[in-house]
């Protein structure tokens, strides 16, 4: 059977966004470890990334303000985790100046090759304050540009609606197509079936939530599977 799935993704691979970077935020609870979308994710937590240098203080501004919400609940914070990540630019002195402030005690890593950046956002130069929301398959769904000297409340809902309904989408077991609560080959079978237009489609394989069924929705069920066993 596993041969069966190798086949299926030696078609076309998926490459889902990631890093591991190490928490420098001395009021963060996972100080000091190496965190992301991975590692939240082994915890059944998706992450929200905020990226920003740690110079400017209107990004700090954000950073404070997604740091409030995520004190005080705005969404499920045992299935959604704020990371802030940055470059190192400026130093420990500006380091404390975006993490040093009370209640700024969510993760903060750092990225001085602009890696990730450019994996994430598209670019090394891309426009900071940037919020990117990955789903349960490390897809990226969500990419939100902040200016100015903050979220507005608009921004505020549009953000916590996406979390929200990316939250609820994790809450539930994508791709179990039978509906055993585990995830095997005879969800690829059926999700296959379905690319093919022999059965009804039902959005519940729908692994890249593209809104359709098709080769990649059974190429990222298949890795999910084989990163599983």
């Given at each position: 059977?596993?041969?069966?799935?190798?086949?299926?993704?030696?078609?076309?691979?998926?490459?889902?966004?990631?890093?591991?970077?190490?928490?420098?935020?001395?009021?963060?609870?996972?100080?000091?470890?190496?965190?992301?979308?991975?590692?939240?994710?082994?915890?059944?937590?998706?992450?929200?990334?905020?990226?920003?240098?740690?110079?400017?203080?209107?990004?700090?501004?954000?950073?404070?303000?997604?740091?409030?919400?995520?004190?005080?609940?705005?969404?499920?914070?045992?299935?959604?985790?704020l990371v802030g990540l940055g470059?190192?630019?400026?130093?420990?002195?500006?380091?404390?100046?975006?993490?040093?402030?009370?209640?700024?005690?969510?993760?903060?890593?750092?990225?001085?090759?602009?890696?990730?950046?450019?994996?994430?956002?598209?670019?090394?130069?891309?426009?900071?304050?940037?919020?990117?929301?990955?789903?349960?398959?490390?897809?990226?769904?969500?990419?939100?540009?902040?200016?100015?000297?903050?979220?507005?409340?608009?921004?505020?809902?549009?953000?916590?609606?996406?979390?929200?309904?990316?939250?609820?989408?994790?809450?539930?077991?994508?791709?179990?197509?039978?509906?055993?609560?585990?995830?095997?080959?005879?969800?690829?079978?059926?999700?296959?079936?379905?690319?093919?237009?022999?059965?009804?489609?039902?959005?519940?394989?729908?692994?890249?939530?593209?809104?359709?069924?098709?080769?990649?929705?059974?190429?990222?069920?298949?890795?999910?599977?084989?990163?599983?066993?």
């Open positions: 059977m596993k041969k069966i799935l190798f086949i299926i993704l030696s078609i076309c691979w998926i490459f889902p966004l990631d890093y591991s970077l190490e928490d420098v935020n001395e009021t963060s609870e996972t100080f000091g470890n190496f965190v992301g979308p991975s590692h939240f994710l082994a915890q059944d937590k998706l992450t929200i990334t905020f990226f920003a240098w740690e110079t400017w203080g209107g990004w700090r501004t954000v950073f404070t303000q997604l740091c409030d919400l995520s004190n005080n609940n705005a969404w499920d914070t045992e299935k959604a985790v470059n190192g630019s400026g130093g420990q002195g500006a380091l404390d100046g975006m993490a040093g402030i009370d209640g700024n005690n969510a993760a903060w890593v750092q990225d001085p090759n602009l890696e990730t950046w450019e994996e994430f956002l598209g670019s090394s130069s891309a426009p900071r304050r940037q919020v990117v929301l990955l789903d349960g398959n490390l897809n990226k769904r969500y990419q939100f540009q902040y200016s100015g000297g903050g979220i507005t409340n608009a921004q505020e809902i549009e953000l916590l609606n996406a979390i929200d309904e990316l939250i609820n989408e994790f809450s539930q077991l994508q791709g179990d197509m039978n509906q055993d609560n585990v995830l095997n080959v005879l969800d690829v079978i059926i999700v296959v079936n379905m690319a093919l237009g022999n059965i009804e489609i039902d959005l519940t394989g729908d692994m890249n939530n593209d809104g359709g069924i098709n080769i990649l929705d059974v190429v990222i069920l298949a890795n999910i599977i084989l990163t599983d066993e």
